[in-house]
């Protein structure tokens, strides 16, 4: 059955998983044309920019995160990093908790209705290998391992939440989880991965 998923949609995967090197590709330009053009002197800038489209901004920059753990468009936490700049450093990882949270429960609901074929879809065949590993794996301490996962940003926290769509972890269970470390994981990642954009635009 998982075969007949796959030959279904091939290019729906094609798309998802070339999306993330397009949209890096994207941001980085983006970011060497603002530099060199002196479109935003500053970051300072950029938000006074930003703050010009109001809430809107806001609400439209929570719908990117809460697609992103189920489309992802840019790899890793780099849509953090962007509303990092957008809307100052706590406000953009406090939208990006919020987007992502919503993004997590939604995956953890599509892959407990749809099961495997879901996560063969949104997954390329590698990291759907390393999906149907754990699935078999951790099944029992998948509370743990979604814990660690949050604990230490980079590890792959949206494989281990479809993992966990897929046992019998409950919703209450899963969303407490959830709400509780993905603040820590999203900060985290967030500060750290900006601060190593800093050093490297500054080398440019």
């Known amino acids: 059955m998982a075969q007949k998923s796959h030959s279904r949609a091939p290019w729906q995967q094609k ?44 609400i439209a920059f929570i719908v990117v995160q809460a697609i992103q753990p189920i489309i992802p468009f840019l790899p890793g936490g780099f849509a953090t990093i962007v509303g990092m700049l957008m809307f100052g450093n706590i406000p953009g990882v406090i939208y990006s908790y919020i987007g992502l949270v919503i993004g997590e429960i939604g995956l953890f609901l599509l892959v407990r209705r749809f099961g495997p074929k879901f996560a063969r879809l949104v ?35 949206d494989l281990t939440c479809l993992v966990a769509g897929m046992t019998d972890l409950s919703f209450r269970e899963y969303l407490k989880i959830i709400l509780i470390f993905k603040l820590w994981s999203v900060g985290a990642y967030g500060y750290f991965c900006l601060f190593v954009l800093n050093k490297t635009i500054a080398g440019l």
């Open 123 to 157: 997954l390329s065949e590698k990291n759907f290998q390393k999906f149907e590993a754990a699935l078999q794996n951790h099944t029992q301490d998948i509370k743990k391992l979604l814990i660690v996962c949050f604990i230490f940003p980079f590890l792959p926290d």
């Open 15 to 58: 798309v998802i998983q070339v999306l993330p090197v397009i949209g890096l590709a994207a941001f980085i330009l983006i970011l060497i044309y603002i530099r060199r053009s002196g479109m935003f002197s500053s970051v300072a800038d950029l938000q006074h920019f930003i703050k010009n489209f109001g809430n809107f901004a806001v």
